[in-house]
């Protein structure tokens, strides 16, 4: 039992190794949220959609850019420590958000116009590649015996902080500034925004300590090592990165694709789309720690197969239902039951992943598996979602497209529970 004290200083020590990660989150969801401005300023097109659709693309490079960033700076975390490991991430995100914000458009500085918002985009998806695993590797070492799924699912509820944040920035801004303003100039402030928290960040993150797990070691593996035993470990990873392909596909549609959705396809106003992303983010932030909690008392994979079996069924009737007459109250409906299967199988999933990889390697595995689901799957979400409605004129075909990310996180349960008499799990509760 934690003294009052102790407490406090777990408290202190979630909200420090959470804090980059929303950094990380607010700058990913405020590009996604201005994709039709960005494309505009960095784009230019007489075809609104070739404009919309190289940011977007733009918006998923990022993403590919992940399992680099997964596997060198997993290594590094892995090899030097945790805290050391948070801090670069946080010092190369910085580096990615400058960039990004103060970037001049095309109409400036041309073609270095979007050469330089690449860079910035691609820097950015390095750090990200091993913040979310660093982040959910140092809650699951420091969370009191029996909690660990309630600890590991802040890393998940800092980015819906964010989500939050962004919209109640974007309302604020909507409400002050024309449609007309907001695309040419206005877009920039979210991120000049981002640029004015990292020096708190990072006063937050330097007095991080070490995780007691890591410190115990006798042997921490070198760099070699760490490859070699990835490599050996390769199905784990493939394993995992279908469990995480769930989570970020129905991630990104829910949040940074929602505002595009409702503006361009159901055509609704953007002070309604951002509303619904607002409560996505609240509803989020109380599924997932509840979520996390249910699945340190019933266990992981039970919560698993819940949830991808309802998506699967459950997400393109949804959409459908949706499309046939779009309104604030059918879309905040729609959205907010992904968001609920979301957090329910997020909540269980992001510390399960913990556990069923290799003690020596966890953050890379982690991180590597994420990435890679990440990269392939859930930063090209806006993309595909918005490609699959403007080819076959189906509303609801990102419907399809949501239920295939739920297959894939059902199968990857299954392969996950047939491995699981071969792997020694750290707690009863990865059942």
Known sequence: MLTPAARREKIKAVIRVSSGNFLEMYDFF??????????????????????????????????????????VL??????????????????????????VALVPGYATIGYFAPLLLVLGRLIQGFSAGVELGGVSVYLSEIATPGNKGFYVAWQSGSQQIAVIFVALVGALLSARFSPEQMA???????????????????????SLQETEAFAARSHHPSLGEIFASMTANWRIVVIGMLLVTMTTVSFYFITAYTPTY??????????????????????????????????????????????????????YPALWWLVQAPSF???LAVELWLSFLYGCYNG????????????????????????????????????????????????????????????????????????????????????
Not at 35 to 49: L, N, Y
Not at 76 to 96: F, I, K, N, P
Not at 184 to 206: A, K, Q, T, V
């Open 348 to 431: 269980a999933m992001v510390v399960y992943l913990t556990e069923i990889m290799p003690v020596a390697v966890r953050t890379v595995g982690f991180s590597l598996a994420y990435s890679l689901a990440t990269a392939i799957f859930g930063g090209n979400t806006p993309a595909i979602a918005q490609a699959l409605f403007h080819e076959t004129g189906n509303r609801a075909m990102a419907g399809l497209w949501l239920s295939f990310a739920a297959g894939c996180g059902l199968l990857a349960t299954w392969l996950a529970g047939r491995r699981a008499a071969n792997t020694a799990p750290e707690v009863a509760v990865t059942r």
């Open 184 to 206: 040419e100039w206005g877009w920039r402030i979210p991120m000049l925004i981002g640029c004015m928290i990292i020096p708190l960040i990072f006063l937050l993150r330097r």
């Open 262 to 315: 409702g503006r361009t396809v159901l055509k609704l106003s953007d002070a309604d789309s951002l509303l619904v992303t607002l409560c996505v983010g609240i509803s989020n932030l109380f599924w997932l720690p509840v979520a996390g909690a249910v699945s340190d008392r019933v266990g992981r994979r039970p919560l698993l197969y819940a949830c991808t079996s309802l998506a699967l069924v459950t997400a």
């Open 74 to 99: 997993g290594a590094y975390v892995d090899r030097y420590g945790r805290r050391r490991g948070l801090l670069l991430t946080l010092a190369l995100m910085s580096v990615g958000t400058a960039s």
């Open 30 to 71: 405020v590009f996604g949220y201005y994709a039709s401005a960005i494309g505009r300023t960095f784009f230019p097109s007489t075809d609104e959609f070739a404009s919309l659709m190289q940011s977007l693309m733009t918006f998923a490079l990022a993403f590919l850019m992940r399992p680099v960033g997964a596997i």
């Open 329 to 331: 109250e059918r879309m």
